[in-house]
């Protein structure tokens, strides 16, 4: 009677097994691969003092590619997405800018072409031209050297264009033709890549920061693709980012810092390598916690008073602290409930400014920036959240969140999961 009874419950208990167990298989894990993510869309460092100011001086040096293998691979290995190259675009420097490029190529990064017509300053002796020549000198170069671009390359037409043609507008006064002027040369370089078929970013303007409060006003942003570029150096970080912020707000766009770094003696007065390290560190975490800016360079690579590394290529803890930001820690993992049901909308936000979603396999991703330890906070709504620290120690960070509410049917399978649990452990 009793074994009757016995076989009588488990046959009539198997189905709820049966049921509990299927509704307690864990979703296949989905391994992603470990991808490098930056901490801007656009990050570089310039090699202007050697770019350019030694282009004709080099120009028949062969072992001054020596020299660009070294900067462009140290700048490739911090993380940049791109390598400043200031060489000019007149054809008689064509051979040197290539010699540049190659090296970029060979290392994976991107070339923003940060040159100009040696005409426009007077550079290397070349008489001065006029805004049209300059117009139609640009478009003759890009057209003449297709090969130089490829897509994810940046271009700018007329770095720190205040300096050069008819002059400075805060002394001019012509604002109104120094905007057109900008706005002229951004679409002639973007209909000559588009025609090309390549995809170059044309809108890096980089000027003066009183500059660009004074022409960056709200058309005249929207017509060069929503950027303000500005080459800017302040004695504090803290200075930095509030100037980044006000040009944003009064421009509508983003910043892109085309120059910014420490020390400049006028500025900064002397600093030590540590004083430098220590002021980049403070300005790449403000910098990179403001939604205000969405690209930096670096100036300069080699060869100022700023400088990452020495001219023998070894690192400064200033060129440390700069790939900590543009090289990121990276946080991901799977959110999962308890019943290990993966979890997707699950919004996920770093201490560090950094913000995810999970996917629909309950993933995440992103950079983190810096190395002090982030407050990783897990929330969705339906769940309790949950904050975790995050250190880069561990690969990757697994998360699981509980319902603020239960019913029946989920707490039957939460017993049957400790239940499972225990036999497994048990084995």
Known sequence: MIRRALFILAI?????????????????????????????????VDTMKYSRDLAREKAEDVSFDAIIERQVAAIAESGATHVAVATPYDEEFAPMLARWISSARRHGIKVWFRGNLSGWEGWFGYRK???????????????????????????????????????DPR??????????FLVSEHDAARDAFRKMGKDVRTDLFSMNGDVARLVMDRPTTKALGGTVTIDHY?????????????????????????????????IHGEMTEEQQAQWLESA??????SSAVSGANYWSAVGSSTQLWDSEGNPSKAAKVLRQYYRPRIAQGIVSDE??????????????????????????????PGTETATI??????????????TGDTPETDVILRPIYTNPRYRLLRLFGRFFGFLHMAQ
């Not at 296949?28 to 570089?44: A, G, I, L, M, N």
């Open 12 to 44: 009539g208990t198997l189905p709820v097994f049966l049921w509990a167990y299927a509704n307690l298989i864990p979703e296949k894990r989905v391994f992603y691969p470990v991808e490098r993510v930056s901490t801007f869309p656009f990050q570089s």
């Open 377 to 390: 906070r897990f929330s969705l709504d339906g769940y309790d959240s949950r904050e975790v620290a995050f």
């Open 339 to 368: 019943l290990g049901r993966v979890l997707s909308g699950v919004s996920v936000t770093s201490s560090s400014g950094a913000t995810a979603v999970t996917d629909t396999h309950g993933h995440y991703s992103f950079g983190v």
């Open 171 to 180: 002394q001019t006064g012509d604002v109104a033709g120094f905007r057109q």
């Open 129 to 167: 031209i006029t805004r049209a020549q300059h117009l139609s000198g640009i478009v003759s170069f890009i057209n003449s050297h297709p090969e130089f671009f490829e897509d994810g390359d940046a271009f700018s037409t007329c770095p720190e264009c205040e300096n050069g043609g008819p002059g």
């Open 234 to 266: 302040v004695k504090t970080p803290e200075w930095l980012v509030a100037d980044a912020e006000a040009i944003a707000k009064q421009s509508g766009g983003t910043v892109v810092f085309g120059e910014f770094g420490a020390p400049i003696p006028d």
């Open 284 to 289: 790449m975490r403000l910098l990179s916690g």
